[in-house]
């Protein structure tokens, strides 16, 4: 007896994309891997380019859209499918048309919330109850494209940036080795996006790290959560220059940025009730908790 | 050994019944390897399908054994599972239709009603007797491989089914076949 079983090709080319990658290469037989090459000032292999040395498959590199296209030029694949995941470059129609069965994006939300980059951050960030992973066949708008298949999971309010991109990397793994085979045998049809209003996140920007505290208690404690894996949440409080990890929030009103200190824990008003820091780095030192900081740090706090 | 030693229709001999392995000889453990390469080779020349099982009379050993790929799902697993004298010992639940290829059948997919969970007997290598318990695409698996054994096809167990044959096209994807014409008027096939 035999199957069916399809070679894909894998674009892709952030941390994200390299998890992806390896999981993706125990289900299905990658012909290729096509990614962004080495930059000279970055020391440490660039995730994808070691995982795909590490798996001993093929690796075309290109720093932009027009190289792509030229990697194309030479190129002709026998996959008749891609799956593009974390790839920061932009695929051309003329791609997209090499492939019978479309390139398959794996978008780590219920498109059409959160299209466009850093779908993850933005659904903590606005308090989602839940996300998800859409499987979509990309076409040459952003995040528009027909999907084969959307699943979700409960996002609770205590999880963070990198858990929950954990979470959406075994989900996206397990849909694709489900949904991509039942694809192939014209099981699945694609279907539009829901008829909902679409929500768009950008890249996040390093700036998009400091608190202001003029913000809800309520948003800095997402914030905290949402940007946990980078650009982490700064402050400085009194003369310490500080990164929050943990926070909680509590009932109370008083001036956007005063700190709360009491015994054993350390609190800052916020434009609305009060956020309470369970957690955090002070500048050059390890993670610790709110009370070890008080030990070292009270004076220099007032 | 080569794809190539692999029989495909017409050759009659997919028709006929195959007999009981008795004692496990080296020419039946050397049927076995040949089977394994046999299948792996013909994986090789295949771009979109992967060899999932045989029976020896695929190879044109007409014998009770099947081999089953222990990672389907991952071409470079080359290792098998050995069933000499498999035989079905109790089926569970409604019969369900999927996608069927072989290798014997070239070119043809069928969908294929078969029982979601079986319960199989055979005997291992060392002569030893083993039970499994398979379900979804497994099941599908031996109850293909154990047909073989009994000389029938899964083309042969829906012939009459019109819409049941499928062929894979150039571009990789599943089309359905013209019955009167590709199918019932084809006289490699019956």
């Given at each position: 007896?035999?199957?069916?079983?399809?070679?894909?090709?894998?674009?892709?080319?952030?941390?994200?994309?390299?998890?992806?990658?390896?999981?993706?290469?125990?289900?299905?037989?990658?012909?290729?891997?096509?990614?962004?090459?080495?930059?000279?000032?970055?020391?440490?292999?660039?995730?994808?380019?070691?995982?795909?040395?590490?798996?001993?498959?093929?690796?075309?590199?290109?720093?932009?859209?027009?190289?792509?296209?030229?990697?194309?030029?030479?190129?002709?694949?026998?996959?008749?499918?891609?799956?593009?995941?974390?790839?920061?470059?932009?695929?051309?129609?003329?791609?997209?048309?090499?492939?019978?069965?479309?390139?398959?994006?794996?978008?780590?939300?219920?498109?059409?919330?959160?299209?466009?980059?850093?779908?993850?951050?933005?659904?903590?960030?606005?308090?989602?109850?839940?996300?998800?992973?859409?499987?979509?066949?990309?076409?040459?708008?952003?995040?528009?494209?027909?999907?084969?298949?959307?699943?979700?999971?409960?996002?609770?309010s205590t999880?963070?940036?990198?858990?929950?991109?954990?979470?959406?990397?075994?989900?996206?793994?397990?849909?694709?080795?489900?949904?991509?085979?039942?694809?192939?045998?014209?099981?699945?049809?694609?279907?539009?996006?829901?008829?909902?209003?679409?929500?768009?996140?950008?890249?996040?920007?390093?700036?998009?790290?400091m608190i202001d505290w003029h913000q809800p208690a309520i948003n800095i404690e997402r914030q905290v959560r949402?940007?946990l894996?980078?650009?982490?949440s700064h402050t400085r409080l009194g003369r310490v220059d500080l990164i929050l990890t943990a926070t909680h929030i509590v009932a109370g009103s008083g001036t956007p940025g005063e700190i709360v200190l009491r015994d054993r824990s350390l609190g800052v008003y916020c434009g609305q009730d009060l956020l309470m820091i369970d957690r955090l780095i002070p500048?050059?030192?390890?993670e610790m908790k709110a009370d070890a900081f008080l030990n070292g740090y009270r004076k220099e706090l007032a | 050994?080569?794809?190539?030693?692999?029989?495909?229709?017409?050759?009659?001999?997919?028709?006929?019944?195959?007999?009981?392995?008795?004692?496990?000889?080296?020419?039946?453990?050397?049927?076995?390897?040949?089977?394994?390469?046999?299948?792996?080779?013909?994986?090789?020349?295949?771009?979109?399908?992967?060899?999932?099982?045989?029976?020896?009379?695929?190879?044109?050993?007409?014998?009770?054994?099947?081999?089953?790929?222990?990672?389907?799902?991952?071409?470079?697993?080359?290792?098998?599972?050995?069933?000499?004298?498999?035989?079905?010992?109790?089926?569970?639940?409604?019969?369900?239709?999927?996608?069927?290829?072989?290798?014997?059948?070239?070119?043809?997919?069928?969908?294929?009603?078969?029982?979601?969970?079986?319960?199989?007997?055979?005997?291992?290598?060392?002569?030893?007797?083993?039970?499994?318990?398979?379900?979804?695409?497994?099941?599908?698996?031996?109850?293909?491989?154990?047909?073989?054994?009994?000389?029938?096809?899964?083309?042969?167990?829906?012939?009459?089914?019109?819409?049941?044959?499928?062929?894979?096209?150039?571009?990789?994807?599943?089309?359905?076949?013209?019955?009167?014409?590709?199918?019932?008027?084809?006289?490699?096939?019956?």
């Amino acid at each position: 007896m035999k199957k069916i079983s399809k070679p894909i090709i894998f674009f892709g080319s952030g941390p994200v994309a390299a998890k992806c990658l390896r999981l993706l290469s125990k289900d299905f037989k990658v012909e290729a891997v096509i990614t962004k090459p080495q930059p000279s000032y970055h020391k440490k292999p660039y995730p994808v380019l070691e995982a795909a040395e590490e798996l001993r498959l093929p690796i075309l590199t290109a720093r932009t859209s027009v190289e792509q296209d030229k990697l194309f030029n030479d190129f002709t694949p026998k996959s008749d499918t891609a799956v593009v995941i974390d790839h920061g470059i932009m695929i051309s129609k003329d791609i997209i048309a090499r492939f019978p069965f479309g390139i398959i994006n794996s978008h780590f939300s219920l498109l059409p919330r959160w299209r466009g980059a850093d779908p993850i951050s933005f659904a903590i960030l606005s308090g989602d109850a839940q996300t998800g992973v859409s499987l979509m066949i990309i076409n040459d708008k952003l995040d528009e494209g027909d999907l084969i298949a959307q699943r979700e999971i409960v996002l609770s309010s205590t999880v963070t940036e990198p858990d929950l991109t954990r979470q959406l990397i075994t989900l996206s793994h397990q849909l694709l080795a489900e949904v991509l085979p039942r694809y192939w045998e014209g099981k699945v049809q694609p279907f539009p996006q829901p008829d909902k209003a679409p929500t768009y996140s950008r890249k996040l920007k390093k700036s998009d790290g400091m608190i202001d505290w003029h913000q809800p208690a309520i948003n800095i404690e997402r914030q905290v959560r949402a940007f946990l894996g980078w650009p982490k949440s700064h402050t400085r409080l009194g003369r310490v220059d500080l990164i929050l990890t943990a926070t909680h929030i509590v009932a109370g009103s008083g001036t956007p940025g005063e700190i709360v200190l009491r015994d054993r824990s350390l609190g800052v008003y916020c434009g609305q009730d009060l956020l309470m820091i369970d957690r955090l780095i002070p500048a050059g030192k390890k993670e610790m908790k709110a009370d070890a900081f008080l030990n070292g740090y009270r004076k220099e706090l007032a | 050994m080569t794809k190539d030693s692999i029989i495909t229709l017409p050759n009659p001999h997919l028709r006929q019944k195959s007999q009981r392995v008795g004692i496990i000889t080296d020419s039946i453990r050397d049927i076995i390897k040949d089977m394994e390469s046999a299948t792996i080779d013909w994986d090789k020349s295949r771009d979109h399908e992967v060899g999932v099982a045989l029976a020896a009379v695929q190879i044109d050993r007409l014998y009770r054994i099947i081999i089953v790929r222990k990672d389907y799902n991952d071409k470079q697993n080359h290792d098998f599972t050995i069933f000499i004298n498999p035989e079905i010992v109790k089926t569970d639940g409604t019969p369900s239709e999927d996608f069927e290829g072989c290798l014997s059948v070239p070119n043809i997919y069928g969908k294929v009603a078969r029982y979601p969970k079986v319960k199989v007997k055979a005997r291992n290598l060392l002569g030893k007797e083993f039970r499994v318990t398979a379900e979804g695409f497994l099941a599908r698996v031996f109850q293909h491989e154990i047909d073989h054994c009994n000389g029938v096809l899964f083309i042969d167990r829906i012939k009459d089914q019109t819409e049941a044959f499928f062929e894979l096209d150039e571009h990789g994807k599943l089309q359905p076949l013209n019955y009167e014409k590709d199918i019932k008027a084809n006289h490699i096939l019956w």
